[in-house]
């Protein structure tokens, strides 16, 4: 997630000042020195330059960046839009077409099959930009990303990774807390002989992120245990 100027940017590629003036972008040019002052600060990994690791991690921080911010998939260079397919948990592979009528933004990694009434975040009623809102101002210094191990090289790269920031803003009615929240997980993703994603597989538990969002005062005066006391997958994430 980005959160404040380009510059030399050090984690991510196709940044240079050309690349970003002939870019359409979904919410202005995105700025990482902020996000990336949380990353050098909070991660638990230090990896060798050049190595298998390293390298993996700052391809999958590329792909984020495009992902999220490129408007025009023909602008892609770390994704191949005809052959992309995403999906969670084993859920449903979408493609570019899909993900774009889902809203786009966290939405894809946020679907749910949870009853409405017990949707802390619902992404069917979130567009890309207000997605975009809502996260980065609960996270106003970003969620950082580190890659804490590296299972398989390419073209089928195989990680676990790390999420994290601080809810130094608001979510869905809850006060900030300024707590670090964290999320674990696993990721597949398969690029072709050009190094372009075909392919993305995300393994993550949903609730380590959400849970940690609703630990704050309730705005409304209602109690903030509620939504995770009733919800089936919050329940257990205090």
């Known amino acids: ?15 240079s000042e050309e690349e970003v003036k002939n870019t359409k972008w979904r919410f202005g040019v995105p700025k990482y020195d902020v996000v990336n002052k949380l990353f050098e600060e909070g991660r638990t990994k ?12 700052n ?32 859920g449903k592979a979408l493609n570019l077409e899909e993900i774009g009528k889902l809203g786009g933004g966290y939405n894809p990694l946020l679907q749910t099959s949870l009853p409405e009434k017990l949707r802390v975040y619902n992404p069917d009623e979130e567009t890309a930009a207000s997605s975009h809102k809502v996260f980065t101002t609960t996270f106003p210094r970003g969620f950082a990303l580190e890659i804490l191990q590296v299972y398989n090289g390419p073209p089928v790269m ?42 993305v597989e995300f393994f993550y538990d949903p609730g380590q992120l959400l849970g940690g969002l609703l630990k704050g005062t309730s705005l409304d005066g209602s109690s903030a245990e509620e939504p995770s006391s009733s919800c089936p997958v919050l329940r257990s994430t205090g």
């Open 158 to 199: 195989v990680y676990k990774f790390r999420h994290w920031g601080y809810m130094e803003g608001p979510f869905k009615g809850h006060a900030p807390t300024g707590d670090i929240i964290e999320l674990f997980g696993i990721a597949i993703f398969e690029v072709d002989e050009q190094m372009r994603v075909v392919k």
């Open 59 to 90: 391809f999958v921080k590329t792909w984020e960046m495009e992902f999220f911010h490129k408007t025009d998939p023909d602008e892609f260079k770390s994704i191949d839009p005809k052959k992309f397919t995403f999906s969670v948990n084993g």
């Open 46 to 57: 230090i990896w060798l330059p050049g190595s298998l690791e390293e390298k993996v991690q």
């Open 1 to 15: 997630m980005a959160s404040s100027s380009v510059g030399q940017e050090k984690y991510r590629s196709f940044l």
